[in-house]
């Protein structure tokens, strides 16, 4: 003999964090300037739209997930950069982060100020950003990742000193000198040398430090 009954169970959820579907997300940013080896221009990237950050939340009636710089600020204006908008951002010496909460889209905006630290950078050099990235759901579930900038640096042009002028004069005169000068190089790691175009009989010059002279 036998006998039936009932086994009533209840299956409780729990929250499950977002997970982003990258650990880094990756970008690279070129300072604008000049090529190497002559002074054509370089365009470099002035702000580039690097990508998106998203993720993954298994419980279905999650809201939609949350995004947020480590350390970034919530605007209360959003900043249109590229014709995009973006609520969240974190400024560095090097240039600014952009986030959009919803979206995920981010962009990184180079500083381009003269003689800052992007402006200083060479040809050859390079910087690297990290910067931290949270996703929350409604139910305070988290997921960390993070966005990963890599600056380039280009050759700036350097600027000469204006010169002074020179004679020299028959029998009385017979030869001048001065030094060429450079004014103004942003990149600070530049070493430089000189040459006369077109150098005539009677000129010389020396190309590490500028020097030269004129003679009759």
Do not use: C, W
């Given at each position: 003999a036998y006998t039936t009954s009932d086994i009533s169970l209840t299956v409780?959820?729990?929250d499950d964090a977002p997970v982003f579907s990258a650990t880094k997300y990756t970008a690279s940013v070129t300072e604008s300037g000049v090529q190497d080896h002559g002074n054509a221009s370089e365009p470099g990237v002035p702000f580039s739209v690097v990508g998106r950050v998203d993720s993954h939340d298994a419980d279905l009636h999650d809201k939609t997930p949350e995004y947020s710089i480590d350390g970034g600020t919530k605007l209360a204006t959003a900043a249109t950069v590229g014709g995009e908008t973006y609520d969240y951002s974190k400024t560095t010496d090097y240039g600014t982060l952009y986030l959009n909460s919803s979206s995920g889209k981010y962009v990184f905006r180079i500083d381009g100020t003269k003689d800052g630290v992007v402006d200083k950078m060479a040809s050859g050099d390079s910087k690297i950003l990290n910067f931290g990235i949270t996703v929350n759901d409604d139910h305070h579930g988290t997921?960390?990742?993070?966005?990963?900038?890599?600056i380039h640096g280009t050759n700036d042009q350097?600027?000469?000193a204006a010169l002074t002028s020179l004679a020299v004069k028959e029998d009385i005169t017979l030869s001048t000198s001065g030094n060429l000068v450079?004014?103004?190089d942003a990149d600070a790691s530049d070493t430089h040398s000189f040459a006369i175009v077109d150098k005539s009989v009677g000129e010389s010059y020396n190309s590490t430090n500028g020097s030269y002279t004129v003679a009759e």
């Amino acid at each position: 003999a036998y006998t039936t009954s009932d086994i009533s169970l209840t299956v409780n959820g729990t929250d499950d964090a977002p997970v982003f579907s990258a650990t880094k997300y990756t970008a690279s940013v070129t300072e604008s300037g000049v090529q190497d080896h002559g002074n054509a221009s370089e365009p470099g990237v002035p702000f580039s739209v690097v990508g998106r950050v998203d993720s993954h939340d298994a419980d279905l009636h999650d809201k939609t997930p949350e995004y947020s710089i480590d350390g970034g600020t919530k605007l209360a204006t959003a900043a249109t950069v590229g014709g995009e908008t973006y609520d969240y951002s974190k400024t560095t010496d090097y240039g600014t982060l952009y986030l959009n909460s919803s979206s995920g889209k981010y962009v990184f905006r180079i500083d381009g100020t003269k003689d800052g630290v992007v402006d200083k950078m060479a040809s050859g050099d390079s910087k690297i950003l990290n910067f931290g990235i949270t996703v929350n759901d409604d139910h305070h579930g988290t997921g960390a990742s993070t966005i990963e900038v890599t600056i380039h640096g280009t050759n700036d042009q350097p600027t000469l000193a204006a010169l002074t002028s020179l004679a020299v004069k028959e029998d009385i005169t017979l030869s001048t000198s001065g030094n060429l000068v450079i004014s103004h190089d942003a990149d600070a790691s530049d070493t430089h040398s000189f040459a006369i175009v077109d150098k005539s009989v009677g000129e010389s010059y020396n190309s590490t430090n500028g020097s030269y002279t004129v003679a009759e």
